[in-house]
């Protein structure tokens, strides 16, 4: 492994004004993005989006530092032959893939999930780096609930984590850490801080015992929020206060950054918070967007999947972009 290029990696992705596009949804949740604005999902249609959003020369090459791609993707072409990585790093951006192979329930543990994919790992990042994967991501579900989640639950998904994040740095990619506490519930904002703090303990526990190295990785965690259906929603303040204490109370300064998911979050809501975390200051790390919905879903709805709608697309999607840019240096306004 050499840490100083999984380093400059790394700080690149998180780079001031500079976030990351997952762009990486599987075949089954793009067919639901896909629904909502009435759109076949089918191999041509999910280039198309793709291609649409990597040629956005604005949003590209000024706000995005690399997209998450998923396997279909990282092996497509453009329309005009064009591979699709090329897209991205010709918009001086970094190709990265998801790695994981989704969820299982976990055994003994009911209502819970693991995350699988380390069998033939290896092998596996091998070919991605060679297609120019320099990044990749493994996501962990956690769900909040009744007498939920479980030690097990946590632990074993740290460990997985773990794994996968000393796999990707043997083969020379940065690995992106994301333990995602769900925010479907009806919890309140203190029982989400409670359990995103466990979470994170036991993931950086585990990345300790696998040999990890901070300095080559990115976190991409949960915001501190409310559940869905809590009656008592936090305000943005309280969401950055609460998060910044949480992340500092948790995350080693060795990371050389952290780049939220936005979990559900509206396109707005997320671009607050991140804004109201970076007002807040001297903070150890990069905090930066990583968001799939919180940058796509209003592409997607200008696009809904007509050609003559390209330009209105990137134009939704590079002012999403710079909004989350802005947000990233604090200086973003409602
Ligand atoms: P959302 O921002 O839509 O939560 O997606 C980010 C992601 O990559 C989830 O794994």
Known sequence: MNLADLNKI?????????????????????????DVIGVESTETSRRDYRE?????????????????????????????????????????GIPGIKVDEGTQQLPNCPGELITIGLDKLAERLAKYYKQGARFAKWRAVIDIGAGIPSYTAVRTNAHALARYAA?????????????EVLMDGDHDIDRCTEVTEFVLK???????????????????????????????????????EKTVKLLK???????????????????????????????IGGLPWGLTFSYGRALQAAPQKAWSGKAENIAAGQAAFTHRARMNSLASKGEWTA
Request: proline share 5%.
């Open 52 to 92: 649409m959003m990597f040629s956005s020369k604005q949003a590209m090459s000024e706000y995005i530092s690399g997209v998450i791609l998923y396997d279909e993707t990282i092996w497509q072409n453009a329309a005009d032959g064009t591979p699709l990585v090329r897209l991205i790093e010709q918009a001086g």
């Open 202 to 240: 036991e993931t950086f526990q585990e990345l300790y015992y696998q040999k990890v190295a901070l300095e080559g990785m990115i976190l991409k965690p949960n915001m501190a929020v409310a559940g869905k259906k809590s009656a008592n929603k936090a305000g943005v303040q309280e969401v950055a």
């Open 167 to 179: 796999l990707c740095q043997q083969a020379q990619i940065v690995p992106i850490v994301e333990p």
């Open 10 to 34: 790394a700080r690149a992705m998180v780079a001031p004004g500079k976030g990351i596009l997952a762009a990486d949804e599987s075949s089954g949740t793009i067919k639901k993005r896909f």
């Open 249 to 279: 109370a948790c995350v080693p300064s060795a990371v050389p950054g952290i780049a939220f998911l936005s979990g559900g979050q509206s396109d707005e809501e997320a671009t607050a918070h991140l804004d109201a975390m970076n007002k």
